[in-house]
């Protein structure tokens, strides 16, 4: 008979959220609470929760209506993120300078997800946003080592000179 470790196995939680200012940190508590039930490691937690944000900022500066958020393990090697929104606004014409504050998300998720795209969502939402991320579990993998992969300046609180 052999067992499986219970963070190997499948499993899915979902996030219904309104479309405001405290939808992001909330979509991060309920995605922290999720990774730890599932034994995630220290930087699967990080990444996980730092492309969660990001999408669920996204929804709520572009997109109407309502958010879902959509977190998944398939196995010990892939977290599979999804944000469900009612689709675009329209906005006036956005610098993309190098100095702005905003538009380095997306960066970001490129960076962090192994595959990462943008979709039709069923009704009621119209567009998703997912990123799939690779992990490595403790009970599968052998350590490697720290983390060799440069972070981008976008993660960093302060602009870089």
Known sequence: MTTSHPALQRSRTSLYLARRPSACPR??????????????????????????????TNAIAHATGPIRAHLARDTASRIHIQVDDGGPTHHGNNSDGQDDEHGRGLGIVNHLAHHHGHSRAPYPYRCRAWAILTTTHPATVPAAGPRTTAIPAARTLEPTA
């Open 27 to 56: 979509a991060r508590h309920w995605a922290a609470a999720a990774l730890q039930q599932w034994d995630a490691t220290g930087q699967e937690r990080d990444d996980v929760l730092l492309v969660m944000s990001e999408l669920v």
